[in-house]
């Protein structure tokens, strides 16, 4: 075994290895083994977290690249950006030897492609750069998370399969289960796409890490059922059924500099502190431009994170949580807050409204994809949502004793995230129709509304001895 050239185990392993070799050594099994045979155009590779999925097709597109000399193979996600962290960590530590000739060159981040000695290129993508992708050609393209594309992203593949170096070309698609109404799932129902169902019996190596197991097990409802069974389940009870990712999730892009800004926050200790960046269009359209979602963080830090990443931008206002102490320590880093208004029923109503898709055909609320500054790892460890965007569709009403649903009363679990959105939303649609103060002028120049809840002592002073009364 070399370097360049390390084993394929397709049918069993040789009769000698080292413990080097024996690491790279791969023998697909179940669905990871009926994708290396399936020759088929459109192929779906589904299945809970922790099957393989995603080193079964890592390990084809080494293999096909290494066998097929001179072959083009494109391996993207929604987002180039997401790739770094993710999927490219599995390739280069799981499936490519240390001292490979694809390996040197730019870091993950930077990364475009990986080149082979034999002429074969991977190349690297998002369709957030269309333009790049579609104007080349490829044998083979893998799109992992395929669930945050569209059928058009997806279709839009097609046009560049005509490399022709490999035997045949390839779309292949990997995901966890999402709404079964998704557009992949449906597709998949027809004679048009293959459909592999991964299973964790698929993946040896979940023998020798039992802990991946257990936290998904510690999933309950809907997420329970789509990452650790496996199932395309609907949202039971789901609170904003407004909500389509294919429509409110969205490329980022320069925010303009006349446009409204709004930081919403919900404190935490234990749990998440999330502080949300939005942004309102001359159509009162919001984007939620950047968002900081941290656990066991001490305010004072969170707080000092907040200013630096707000350098050079003009806040109208920083809604957020009662808490009178976290407050005060806002105000002590000079980033005075606005308390919310905490009417949960009305604020569920405004976020609604603004979900729901308007006259023109695009809603009212928007997120940017990769908005979040960075992950909190001990949230992505216990498999709890990290982002806002991984809240929503967990984000149910209450039940009653008897399985009823109670209305306007959501489940008070990771949502820290809804809390800040609701937050948001309450202070902004009051004063939509206002005048405001453009966000040029200077701070002290506040909009009228921020005006009005500082008379009325909403607007945090440390001198305000009603705070803590």
Not at 28 to 39: S, Y
Not at 59 to 80: M, N, S, V
Not at 119 to 148: C, H, K, M, Q, W
Request: charged share 30%; aromatic share 10%.
């Amino acid at each position: 075994m070399t370097p360049d050239h390390p084993y394929q185990i397709i049918d069993g392993e040789p009769p000698k290895m080292t413990a080097e070799e024996r690491k790279f050594a791969y023998t697909p099994h179940g669905a990871a083994r009926e994708l290396f045979d399936c020759q088929d155009f459109e192929v779906l590779i589904e299945g809970p977290a922790g099957t393989g999925k995603t080193r079964a097709i890592w390990e084809k597109l080494h293999y096909i690249a290494g066998k097929y000399p001179g072959c083009r193979i494109l391996a993207c996600r929604k987002t180039r950006v997401s790739m770094t962290a993710s999927v490219l960590v599995t390739f280069e530590r799981d499936v490519v030897p240390p001292g490979h000739s694809i390996l040197p060159g730019p870091g993950r981040a930077g990364r475009t492609e990986y080149v082979y000695p034999n002429g074969s290129v991977i190349v690297l993508g998002g369709l957030d750069n269309p333009e790049r992708l579609f104007s080349s050609e490829y044998d083979i393209v893998a799109v992992f998370e395929a669930t945050e594309l569209t059928e058009d992203d997806w279709e839009k593949f097609f046009r560049a399969m005509r490399s022709h170096v490999v035997p045949y070309q390839q779309v292949i698609a990997d995901c966890n289960p999402s709404y079964p109404s998704h557009w992949l799932n449906q597709r998949a129902n027809t004679p048009g796409m293959t459909r592999l169902l991964s299973r964790h019996a698929d993946n040896p190596f979940i023998d020798e890490h039992p802990e991946t197991l257990d936290n998904l097990k510690r999933f309950t409802g809907t997420r329970r059922i789509r990452m650790f069974e496996g199932k395309w389940a609907a949202v039971e009870g789901q609170v904003y059924t407004e909500w389509d990712a294919t429509e409110h999730l969205i490329k980022p892009f320069p925010i303009p500099k006349e446009w409204r800004r709004v930081r919403s926050i919900d404190f935490g200790v234990r749990n998440p502190t999330v502080c949300q960046w939005w942004a309102l269009d001359g159509d009162d359209r919001a984007y939620l431009y950047r968002e900081l979602y941290k656990s066991e963080t001490l305010l004072s830090d969170i707080a000092k994170q907040i200013e630096a990443l707000s350098e050079g931008e003009y806040i109208e206002g920083t809604v957020a949580d009662h808490q009178g102490q976290e407050r005060l320590i806002m105000q002590s880093v000079g980033l005075p807050t606005i308390a919310a208004k905490k009417d949960i029923p009305t604020g569920l109503e405004k976020v609604r409204e603004m979900l729901r898709i308007r006259e023109d055909g695009r809603p009212g609320l928007f997120i940017m994809r990769d908005c979040l500054v960075d992950r909190d790892g001990l949230l992505v460890e216990a498999r709890r949502p990290w982002c806002t965007e991984q809240e929503i569709e967990a984000y149910v009403h209450a039940k009653t004793v008897d399985g009823r649903p109670i209305k306007e009363e959501p489940v008070k679990k990771d949502d820290h995230g809804m809390d800040a959105m609701r937050y948001f939303a309450m202070y902004i649609n009051p004063v939509i129709a206002s005048t405001l103060t453009l966000l040029g002028e200077k701070e002290s120049k506040r909009p009228a509304r921020a005006v009005e809840d500082e008379a009325a002592g909403e607007w945090l002073s440390v001198d305000n001895d009603d705070l803590f009364g």
